[in-house]
T-cell receptor, first 113, second 114 residues
């Protein structure tokens, strides 16, 4: 079954807007939660990652919010730009087996100029 | 530093044939993982190799196999191809495959089975 559930499937925002992508997981053994960005014809590229001992992490315009009790985490993109148009994947793994990531189904983001 | 290199970029095979895909990890990385990406199932883990040993395996049939060489380069093989094997196959490498050693993906091999 899907170990990481991601929503929405697609998202359209205006330039400057703040798209929010949500993910939920069930396995409490997960302790590493990365987000990947994928452009057409390219492999996924790591954006930002978080561990459950922090509730928020920012890197540039990208912020992860983490709610351990709800087993949910989300990606916020501040001041979104047309160049951010891509597919975003959340993922989870146990730190001891980082090579095995469980991915969400992805969110196709479109940022209109 | 060169990224993860996968060859070939595109492959067209016929049902029943077998195929071998190649992956060269980032220099110094010892862990290599393989993923299958399809519109229907998304990104699914195939297997992971570390120091020439398979460390993890996903839920794929035995037709899917892999190996890693002493220089960390890896190959995956799919035998008796089926139409449903058409997918983008992604290779990812990391220094150790655990702790704070993120996965870096290649651009994939697009396999089409006719």
């Amino acid at each position: 079954q899907q170990q990481v559930k991601q929503s929405p499937q697609s998202l359209i925002v205006q330039k400057g807007g703040i798209p929010i992508i949500n993910c939920a997981y069930e396995n409490t053994a997960f302790d590493y939660f990365p987000w990947y960005q994928q452009f057409p014809g390219k492999g996924p590229a790591l954006l930002i990652a978080i561990r459950p001992d922090v509730s928020e992490k920012k890197e540039g315009r990208f912020t992860i919010s983490f709610n351990k009790s709800a087993k949910q985490f989300s990606l916020h993109i501040m001041d979104s730009q047309p160049g951010d148009s891509a597919t975003y994947f959340c993922a989870a793994s146990r730190g001891s087996t980082l090579g095995r990531l469980y991915f969400g189904r992805g969110t196709q983001l479109t940022v209109w100029p | 530093k060169a990224g993860v290199t996968q060859t070939p970029r595109y492959l067209i095979k016929t049902r029943g044939q077998q195929v071998t895909l190649s992956c060269s990890p980032i220099s110094g990385h010892r862990s290599v993982s393989w993923y299958q990406q399809t519109p229907g199932q998304g990104l699914q883990f195939l297997f992971e190799y570390f120091s020439e040993t398979q460390r993890n395996k996903g839920n794929f049939p035995g037709r899917f196999s892999g190996r890693q060489f002493s220089n960390s380069r890896s190959e995956m093989n799919v035998s008796t191809l089926e139409l449903g094997d058409s997918a983008l196959y992604l290779c990812a490498s990391s220094w150790e495959g655990f702790a704070d050693s993120p996965l870096h993906f290649g651009n994939g091999t697009r396999l089409t089975v006719t």
